[in-house]
Structures are given as C-alpha cells and as structure tokens.
C-alpha cells in the first residue's frame, strides 16, 4: 500500500462519505460473515412491504422509459436470452439455456465484475417481456430462479456483482418494467411466474434500502433512489420507511447535476442515461410538486447540455468513461438538432463550436468532482471532431473498467487528442477507479483571441504544474472549411512534449507529404504552422465498450521556444480554406503565453 498515494485519493472525501465508507464497508463485512442471518433480516424487510401491481399506470409509464433505454442495448426481441444466448457488453455468451447460465463464471473481466453486473441486471427481460409471449416470461422466471440458486448471501465476491446495491436497483427497475410491459402487450397472466418476480423485486428494495451507497454516492446512489421509486409507484405510493426519499432525491439530484445542466462525473454517456433516470422520477407520481417541479427543471437544462457534447452523426463525445451503445443515441432523446456557433457548459467544463456537419467538442473543465473522480480520463484541453458529419479526430474510448496496463494506457493523457508532456500524467490513476493527485482545466475567454477564427474557444490546464510546466490550448474553426488547433507550452522543457490526434480507420490515409485522410467524399489534409508532424502511426480506439479497432494516430511535437514551446496544427478539408498569417499566429501564442 502506498501510503502518500492513498492520502492524495482519499483527501477529497467529505465527512459524509468517511462516515458512511466506514458504515457500509462494516455492514458488508458483517453480511459475509453471517449470511443467513442477513438474508433473514432482508426477508423480514421485504415481507412488510406492499406487493407491486404490474398494471399501475406509472409503471407503465416508467416502463416505456427503460424499453426504450434497454432495446438500445439488447435489441428489440433478444430472444435469444430465453435460451441462455446474451451479449453482456459487446462479447457473447451461450449457456445453452435459460436455467444453464454460470452466474460466478468467467466473464473475461479480470478483477472487474462489470459484465456479472450486467447479466445481472437483467435488462434484456424488458424488451423480452415486451413481446407479450408466455414462453417469454418462463424463461425470465427460469433465468431469476438460477440468479437465486446460484448466488447466495454466502457466495464470495457475492455483495460486489450480483448483490450489489447498484445491481440489484437496475435489476428491481428491469423486472418490474418488463412485467408491466408484459401485461400492456396482452400477455397471459401466468400467477406463480408473476408472484416469484414481484417478490423477488420486494426483496431487491429491501435489499437496496438497506444497503444505499452512501459512500460511494452520484450516479450509483441516484440509481438507487431511482430504483425504489419505480418499486413505490408500482405500490401505489410510499411503504413505510421510505419517507426519506423525496428529499434525498432532490440531494442526490443537486449533487449529480450541475448548474448548467452537465453531469457532475463530466461524462457524456453518464450524462444521457440520467436523463432517462429524471424521466423515469418525474414520471413515478410518488414525488412532491416541489421535487417534481425541481426534476422537469433540471431535465430542460440537462437536454440542451447532453447536445454540446454530441456530434452531428446524433451521439455522444466518448470523453472519460464514455462509449457507445450503452443507451439511446442523443438523436433518440432531444427532440431539436444541435445548433450552429459557440455553446458552453461553463461549470461542467465542455464548449462546443459547431456548424452544419462540422463540429468541435473540446474538453476545459474539471476531470470530475473530487470527493468521485472514479470515471476520469486524463483528457485536459482533448478535442473531437466531425467533419461532413463523419468522426473525424476521436477520443479512444474504454477499452475495459479491469484493473491493469489497458486500463491505465487508455486513461492516460498520451492516449487522448489533448497536448501533454511525454512519461508525465496530469492526473494520478491507480487501479479501476481511484485517482489520487489531480490537475484541472478551465476556459480562456480572454478578448484578445477573438478574430483569429470566426468561432474559437481555448483553455488552460495545470495537472503539470508539479513539473514547472502549464498547457494551454486554442482551437478556431473555419466552418466548411478549417480547423486550427495552437498548443502551448510554457515554462520547463524536461520532459518533450507532444500532441496526440486519434483518426479512425474509416479515414484512409491518403499519399502525399502531409497527413491527408480520406472517407467516401470526405477528404481532411493536416499540417503545421509551427512545430511539426513526426509521424502517423497505428493506433487503437474503443467506441464500443471492450471492442478494438484500428486508428491512425498523427503525433506532432512543438518547436522550441525561449521559456516555451508551440504547435499549431491546420486541419483543412476545403482548397480554398484561408490559412492565418504568421503574424496572427505569433499574435495568437504571446496572447496565450499572458492570458
């Protein structure tokens, strides 16, 4: 154990998290310790509790949400699932049937328990149930008897995957969903099936009221509250001992939502599938009128926010923990198109230049909040580009949550399209999710930039601060035409700096000096106005969790400088595209070196 490296993580936490850490780690270690008895108090709680009614309107309601959500990843009719066939995460399984899965198998996840998670989950129940086919609901039935027989209280590891509080909420919200689906669309009712799954969902709330991750908190806590919110609306209104909840949504919301509509984990696959999470409350009609209004209002910021960090193909910018895939497409959950200019989250961190199918989504914010910077890439001052509506330069992706060498190269800064130091890392990562010293980033909107480009944003970052080194970062953006992207590098030149530009393998490479790439019409030809391109080598990217593909990776070093150091990249994809003069750009780099 690192001693020093531990203080660095676990400083940021608040006095409610080092209390609850010590409550919950306690409670767990006393569940593994005695099962039978813990079981046996669950079974208690869950007994007090009203039994859901699959046809309650709100569950129906909230049941169209999570279709829409699960058919996203499963599919439409993953019948497959009713003989033990699954994609948990872009890799498949076949137990041969539905009562043959292997709960505590290998996963081909190492240390990670994320696709146990998933299969646990049960999220492929919804659109399965939705069919409205008793064989259907059979096999649901036989899939939770074999979760049940094979994952007791007593199992190792048990209360890390399948018992896990954030497991067990989106499996609670999964089954309850495709049960009320399973009845709209006409299903036979089938008594002994419905009664095995709705008792199993008492004993999923009990299980997550009694085991609320508190210490861990954000998106893990809000799916919990989320998930005995849809078990009170299928009740018909609060049980006893869930009095609490109101409130604590409106916490857990103010503490997952920025004022501007961002995430607080600055993620923007997290971000879209909490909007689907305030859907699913505002639609529960369990919460007040004053929380109901606080969620409807949160939601209108959360929308035109999710649209900054989208491209114009309709999804997500991949920045930290971000892929595709795991949900509905941002075209799927806005209803207005991305807009053209310069838009802003200011406190979340992100600004988007954009016009027609040209766009630039750069990364100047924090890399998450402190007290659970758990999904922080190294990705300071990072951008992604469309051009013509294609993916142009991309963020690499996740290629696996396991602790390990791939993990950590794909959280690293030289993995990223951002402007770094070589052998030096702005944040500090060890194992999955854990980060100890940590930079930031912010904007520069100082006036003196304007008139370089007709749209442009910058930053700054200090995550080499230690190193005697600051970054900062201008992009302007010629729409239909260029793009210019100015590093910077001011202060100790020890260790060589680069910046990095992730292109898919859709692009072909074109012949010729300069690094030219082609996509069907599309054509993009980089070159540079001070420091140069050193070369255009292979890389790796992972837009789809755990799924590699090729990449050509364009790595360009900065010239020197008395006291600093600068890179400025052109990015044309018009012949008549207007270069900036020499002296706009000396311009441009003594207005970065004073901002």
């Known amino acids: 154990m690192n001693a020093p490296r531990v203080w660095r993580t676990v400083r940021h936490l608040t006095a409610e998290q080092w209390l609850y850490r010590?409550?919950?780690?306690?409670?767990?270690?006393?569940?593994?310790?005695?099962?039978?008895?813990?079981?046996?108090?669950?079974?208690?709680?869950?007994?007090?509790?009203?039994?859901?009614?699959?046809?309650?309107?709100?569950?129906?309601e909230i049941a169209r949400i999570v279709l829409a959500l699960q058919t996203a990843i499963h599919g439409d009719d993953p019948a497959g699932a009713a003989e033990g066939r699954f994609i948990l995460l872009n890799r498949d399984f076949d137990f041969g049937a539905a009562d043959g899965i292997d709960w505590r198998g290998e996963f081909h996840e190492g240390n990670n328990p994320l696709r146990r998670m998933n299969l646990a989950y049960m999220g492929y129940a919804v659109p399965l149930l939705a069919q409205g086919r008793a064989r259907d609901l059979a096999a649901v039935l036989a899939i939770l008897q074999s979760l049940e027989t094979q994952n007791p209280f007593s199992a190792k590891t048990v209360f890390r995957d399948v018992w896990n509080a954030y497991t067990a909420s989106h499996r609670l919200i999964n089954l309850l969903s495709g049960l009320a689906l399973y009845r709209a669309a006409g299903g036979t009712m089938e008594a002994a099936a419905e009664t095995a799954i709705l008792d199993h969902a008492r004993f999923c709330a009990a299980f997550i009221n009694a085991n609320l991750e508190r210490d861990l908190q954000y998106n893990h806590l809000l799916k919990n509250?989320?998930?005995?919110?849809?078990?009170?609306?299928?009740?018909?209104?609060?049980?006893?001992?869930f009095g609490f909840l109101d409130a604590a949504i409106r916490t857990s919301v103010r503490q997952n939502i920025l004022p501007d509509g961002g995430h607080a984990e600055r993620c923007p696959m997290y971000h879209a599938l909490s909007i689907l999470d305030l859907e699913v409350l505002s639609a529960s009609r369990i919460v007040s009128r004053e929380t109901k209004d606080m969620l409807d209002d949160t939601l209108a910021r959360m929308k035109p926010a999710l649209a900054v960090m989208s491209h114009p193909d309709g999804d997500?910018?991949?920045?930290?923990?971000?892929?595709?895939?795991?949900?509905?497409?941002?075209?799927?959950?806005?209803?207005?198109?991305?807009?053209?200019?310069?838009?802003?989250?200011?406190?979340?961190?992100?600004?988007?230049?954009?016009?027609?199918?040209?766009?630039?989504?750069?990364?100047?914010?924090?890399?998450?909040?402190?007290?659970?910077?758990?999904?922080?890439?190294?990705?300071?001052?990072?951008?992604?580009?469309?051009?013509?509506?294609?993916?142009?330069?991309?963020?690499?992706?996740?290629?696996?949550?396991?602790?390990?060498?791939?993990?950590?190269?794909?959280?690293?800064?030289?993995?990223?399209?951002?402007?770094?130091?070589?052998?030096?890392?702005?944040?500090?990562?060890?194992?999955?999710?854990?980060?100890?010293?940590?930079?930031?980033?912010?904007?520069?909107?100082?006036?003196?930039?304007?008139?370089?480009?007709?749209?442009?944003?910058?930053?700054?970052?200090?995550?080499?601060?230690?190193?005697?080194?600051?970054?900062?970062?201008?992009?302007?953006?010629?729409?239909?035409?260029?793009?210019?992207?100015?590093?910077?590098?001011?202060?100790?030149?020890?260790?060589?700096?680069?910046?990095?530009?992730?292109?898919?393998?859709?692009?072909?490479?074109?012949?010729?000096?300069?690094?030219?790439?082609r996509r069907g019409t599309s054509h993009a030809r980089m070159s540079c106005f001070a420091g140069h391109i050193v070369d255009v080598d292979e890389g790796r990217c992972w837009p789809r969790f755990g799924v590699e593909q090729k990449a050509h990776r364009v790595i360009v070093r900065p010239g020197p400088g008395s006291g600093f150091r600068t890179a400025a990249l052109w990015i044309a994809w018009s012949n008549d595209a207007p270069e900036p003069s020499p002296e706009s750009l000396a311009r441009l780099f003594d207005t970065l070196r004073t901002c």
């Not at 919950?24 to 270690?29: A, E, T, V, Y």
């Not at 046996?40 to 709100?58: E, F, K, T, V, Y």
């Not at 509250?225 to 001992?241: D, E, H, K, R, W």
Request: hydrophobic residues 40%; aromatic residues 10%; contains cysteine.
């Open 22 to 60: 010590a409550i919950c780690r306690g409670r767990r270690g006393v569940m593994q310790i005695f099962p039978g008895v813990t079981r046996w108090r669950i079974r208690r709680a869950a007994d007090r509790l009203p039994q859901p009614d699959p046809d309650s309107a709100p569950l129906v």
């Open 225 to 241: 509250y989320v998930a005995l919110t849809v078990f009170a609306a299928a009740a018909g209104g609060l049980p006893a001992g």
């Open 316 to 517: 997500v910018s991949l920045f930290n923990d971000s892929w595709l895939g795991e949900g509905p497409a941002t075209r799927d959950i806005l209803d207005f198109d991305m807009g053209d200019g310069v838009s802003r989250l200011r406190e979340t961190g992100y600004v988007r230049l954009g016009a027609g199918g040209d766009a630039v989504i750069f990364d100047c914010g924090p890399c998450g909040p402190d007290d659970n910077p758990g999904h922080a890439h190294a990705d300071f001052l990072s951008v992604e580009i469309s051009i013509d509506g294609s993916r142009f330069i991309v963020d690499p992706g996740v290629p696996t949550y396991t602790a390990g060498a791939a993990r950590d190269i794909s959280r690293s800064a030289s993995a990223h399209n951002g402007p770094h130091l070589a052998g030096a890392e702005p944040i500090e990562f060890w194992k999955s999710f854990r980060v100890g010293r940590r930079g930031t980033a912010w904007e520069l909107t100082d006036e003196r930039l304007e008139g370089v480009a007709p749209i442009w944003c910058a930053g700054a970052q200090n995550g080499y601060a230690p190193l005697g080194s600051d970054v900062r970062r201008f992009v302007g953006l010629w729409p239909g035409e260029a793009l210019l992207i100015a590093d910077l590098w001011v202060g100790a030149d020890n260790h060589e700096a680069a910046s990095h530009f992730l292109i898919p393998d859709d692009w072909s490479r074109a012949a010729g000096r300069d690094a030219a790439f």
